[in-house]
C-alpha cells in the first residue's frame, strides 16, 4: 500500500522544472526526503498539499487523486513547514481553537499532553516563542488530529540536538502507536539513520534514488586508496569518486563488486547518508577533485 503516488508529474518554475514520472511514498514508514537545496523538495511537498497546481500529471494521497478530494484529505494531513502562518501576537491556546474546529478528529487530550511533553504554556504568544518552540508547537498542531500522512519540510533545521532528538522521538513513538506515514524533507541526514525507513534521494528536480535505507547503508561501499587504482575502465562501475593530495575515494553501490576490484588494496567502510548525497550530487561528472567542490572544474 502506498501513501502517496506520483504519476507522469510536471511542474515549471521559472528556470526549474520537477519532473517525477513515478514515485510511490509506503504507507506506515517513514520516508526520508533528501537533496540540496533548490533540488525540488519544498515544490514537491507543496504539490502533495495541492498548494501549487500540477503543470501535468496527477498526484494521489491516500487513494485519492488531490484535485477531487482535497478538502477530505487535508483532514487527514498534518504538515509542519515554513511559514506556519500562525498569528504573532495570538496566544497558542486561540490558535489551537482556531485550527481545532477544522479537524474532526482533533484530540484534546493529545494535544494537552504534548502540550506538557514539551512544557509550553498555553497563554504564551507564539511570537515569544523560542524557534526550537515554534517548531515543537507546530509538530503538536500536525499531530493532534491523528493524520494518516505527516508532511515534515525541514521540522528540525536550526534546532539544538536535544530539541532535535525529543521531536524524532515523539515521530517515532507516534508511528508505533498509530498507523502513520511520515514524508520527512530534511538536509540533517543523521535524523534519517536514526528514524527514517527508506530514503529518496531529488537532485535538480528529478528522483535519482529511492531505496530502503537499510538496504542503502549495508550494500553501498566507500573504497579509498591510491589515485594511480582508480582509473580507465573501473571508472564505470563507480557512482562517483573524489580525489584530493592524498588519494581517492569512490562509492560503489555493490560490496562484492567493490572486493572483485580492488581485493585488500584499498580500505573499506560504510557510508552515511550524508555522504552518498554527496557522491551522488556529482556522479554526473563521475570524478570530483577538491578544486571542483570549490567550484572549479569537474573531471572524468
Known amino acids: ?160 540536538p536535544v530539541v532535535r532528538n525529543e521531536i524524532l522521538d515523539i515521530l517515532m513513538d507516534h508511528m508505533q502507536n498509530e498507523e502513520v506515514t511520515i514524508f520527512y524533507s530534511t538536509h540533517i541526514t543523521s535524523d534519517l539513520e536514526k528514524a527514517g525507513d527508506y530514503i529518496v534521494y531529488i537532485n535538480d528536480g528529478q528522483i535519482k534514488l529511492n531505496s530502503e535505507k537499510d538496504t542503502l547503508l549495508n550494500e553501498y561501499s566507500l573504497v579509498k586508496g591510491p589515485k594511480a587504482l582508480f582509473k580507465g575502465d573501473i571508472c564505470k562501475e563507480f557512482l562517483g569518486l573524489r580525489e584530493n593530495s592524498f588519494g581517492s575515494e569512490a562509492l560503489l553501490k555493490n560490496k562484492k563488486v567493490a572486493y572483485e576490484l580492488f581485493g585488500e588494496e584499498v580500505k573499506y567502510s560504510k557510508p552515511t547518508i550524508e555522504e552518498i548525497m554527496i557522491f551522488l550530487s556529482h556522479n554526473n561528472s563521475k570524478v570530483v577533485t577538491e578544486k571542483a567542490l570549490r567550484g572549479g572544474n569537474k573531471q572524468c
Open 1 to 160: 500500500m502506498y501513501a502517496v503516488t506520483f504519476n507522469n508529474v510536471r511542474k515549471r518554475l521559472g528556470d526549474f522544472e520537477l519532473n517525477i514520472p513515478k514515485l510511490a511514498i509506503r504507507q506506515g514508514y517513514m520516508t526520508g526526503f533528501i537533496g540540496e537545496n533548490g533540488a525540488g523538495k519544498t515544490t514537491t511537498i507543496k504539490l502533495i498539499l495541492d498548494m501549487l497546481q500540477l503543470d501535468e500529471g496527477s498526484i494521489e494521497v491516500l487513494g485519492k487523486n488531490i484535485k477531487g478530494g482535497s478538502v477530505s484529505i487535508h483532514q487527514e494531513i498534518g504538515y509542519v513547514g515554513e511559514p506556519t502562518g500562525y498569528p504573532e501576537e495570538t496566544p497558542l491556546e486561540a490558535i489551537k481553537d482556531m485550527l481545532a474546529l477544522f479537524y474532526k478528529n482533533w484530540d484534546e487530550v493529545l494535544y494537552k499532553s504534548y502540550m506538557q511533553f514539551f512544557n509550553l504554556n498555553s497563554k504564551q504568544k507564539y511570537k515569544d516563542l523560542s524557534t526550537g518552540q515554534k517548531k515543537q508547537f507546530a509538530m503538536i498542531m500536525a499531530l493532534s488530529h491523528h493524520p494518516k500522512l505527516i508532511l515534515l519540510d525541514e521540522p528540525t533545521s536550526g534546532l539544538d
